[in-house]
Every structure is written in C-alpha cells, then in structure tokens.
C-alpha cells in the first residue's frame, strides 16, 4: 500500500507510520518537519501545508491511502482538492459531540460546523473537526472515508504529559507524597497510541468506511493512579484534596501547567470519558492493560530526560501545596 500521512512527526502521526512501514508498507509523511524525525522506514517530504504550493511535492502521485490529521479546514480543503487517493482516513475528535455530559457513541447530534477555514480559540475546536470531517466526506466520497474520533490518547510520545504524569510522579514523589484529586470514581478512557495506530492500519489494509469513535477501555482516575503507583519501587502517600482547595491554590484540571492531569471536575464535560466505544470494538479495535501503557509511558519519560513538562506540578510547587494541604 502506497500510504501518505499528511502529518507524521508527531505522537499519533509518527506510531501510524511505525506501524504501516511494520506491515509493509511504503509510507510517505508530508510535515514541517518540527515536531521531530518521522519512524524508520517511512519519508519524510518536508512541506508547509498553510503555503498554496505545499502539497505539490506529493501531488504528483496517486495514493493507495490519505490519513489527514489536521483540524484547520483550510489545510484539509486544499489537501482534498489536490490529492488522488483511493480512500481516505480523517483523524477527528469526540469534542465534535454537542453534549459532553453523559454517555455516547456515534449517533450523537456534532456541533455545528466551523464557517471559517481557521481556528484560533480552543472553544472552537470541535467545530473545526466536524468542518473538517465533511470536507472529507464530500471530497472524497462517503463510500471511500473513513472518519476516527479518538477519545483521550495517551502512552509513549504523549507530548501533553496526561498520561506520563502520574506514573512519572508517583515514581518520583515530592518527600514521598503525591499531591491527587479527590475524584478518584472519576471515568476515564485512555487509549494507547499504539492500539490506535494499529487499528488504523487494519482499517486501511481491508477498507473500512465509515465513522468510528475510538477509545479506551473504561477505567477510573483512581485506578489510573494505583496503576501508576503499583510501577513505583516504593508506593507514595497521597495526600487527597478536593476540587474547591484545588482552585483556591490555582491548580488547573485535565492539563497544562501547574496542574493535575487527567482530572476533570466540570461534570459538563465528563461523557467524553464515557463514550461507547462499541463499534470500533466491532471493528477490529483491541486495546492493551492499562499498566502496560503507563509502564511504557514511564519509560519513555525516563528515556527522554530532564525536560520541561508540558502538564502537571513543578517539584518545589507541589511541595509547597502539599505541606499547605497537611497544614489545614
């Protein structure tokens, strides 16, 4: 399979190349080239896709498989106009639902579409993808499109610390304590990287269409951090606040700086850790234990060192919330 990946560099765009040059696949990635090296085994063809003439490098052939990973329109429009494939994969997102309080799956209503070819505010986002998913569909042909909406990705590579965090921290605790929410029956649906980048390629290979939500096995904050713990030479203590003292301090939830990852005290939005997942099951999509994801993420994070940390607390930060904590 001639395979082009408008994308490549970074975490799902690179375990997707990986994966397709594994099955025996001549892979193509078209990217800036920043985020990083494309996996070994694929090409890399370094092109900016916000410039008129950035595709023109690879426009020039005709493609087994498109995957586009981008979520401005603009880029997704140009790309669909100027490529020839025999099908297409576009990677979405579960933040194209309207209602993020509750269980879902793929019938759900999306929000309405982006009217703009670029996005700029995060509130925007889901309506960049649902955009971009029709300009997919209608370029493309819906018989030929296969459209994923991941839920939370995580595992080796994860560039937004959720998923290294945790078992990052309970393996290097602050005076031998950990800082958690008290949400520890929160949901969460974590999906390895791998398992995605696997199952696309499955897809890819017997010509699945379609739209598909993918994620993972359901699970809960707190099992994530007794997985987490459970990979630690010597278990932590944790010291338990609730959300209120949390937003007193300035501690932000889900990611970022200064935060505790993967918490989401907005019941609003907790249905994005609550999708159904079944379809994709059906098709083919399995999943690996938890603590195999969390193992390899810890060793990824180890590998890579000392680095600024796109989520979670800063050492002498979390020391000082956790002694305000046990002060209280």
Known sequence: MQLLILGGTAQLGRALARAAVRAGNDV????????????????????????????????????????????????????????????????????????????????????????GQQWDAPEDYGAAKVACESLVRDGAGVDRTLVVRPGLIGGPEDETDRSGYWPHRMSNPVERRVLVPDALAQPVQLLDVRDLAAWLVCCLEQGVTGTFDAVGSPTTLGEVLAESAALATEVPEPV?????????????????????????????????????????????????????????????????????????????????????????
Do not use: F, K
Request: hydrophobic share 40%; with cysteine; charged share 25%.
């Open 240 to 328: 338990v606040v609730d959300a209120t003292w949390l937003a007193e301090h300035d501690v932000s939830p889900w990611m970022g700086p200064r935060s505790l990852p993967l918490w989401l005290p907005q019941p609003d939005l907790l249905g994005l850790m609550q999708r159904s997942g079944e379809a994709a099951r059906a098709a083919g999509l399995t999943t690996r234990p938890l603590r195999e994801t969390l193992r390899a993420t810890l060793a990824d994070t180890r590998q890579r060192g000392n680095r600024p940390w796109s989520a979670g607390l800063e050492w002498t930060d979390e020391r000082d919330l956790i002694r305000a904590a046990r002060q209280r």
């Open 28 to 115: 193509t990635c078209l990217a800036r080239g920043r985020s990083g090296p494309v996996a070994q085994g694929a090409e890399l063809v370094v092109g900016d896709r916000d410039q008129d003439a950035g595709l023109e490098a690879v426009a020039d052939r005709t493609w087994d498989a498109v995957v586009e990973l981008s979520s401005q329109p603009a880029r997704v429009r140009r790309a669909v106009e100027a490529l020839e494939a025999a099908r297409w994969v576009y990677v979405s997102s579960v933040n194209v639902y309207a209602s993020t309080a509750g269980p879902g799956d793929e019938s759900d209503d999306v929000v309405e579409a982006l009217v």
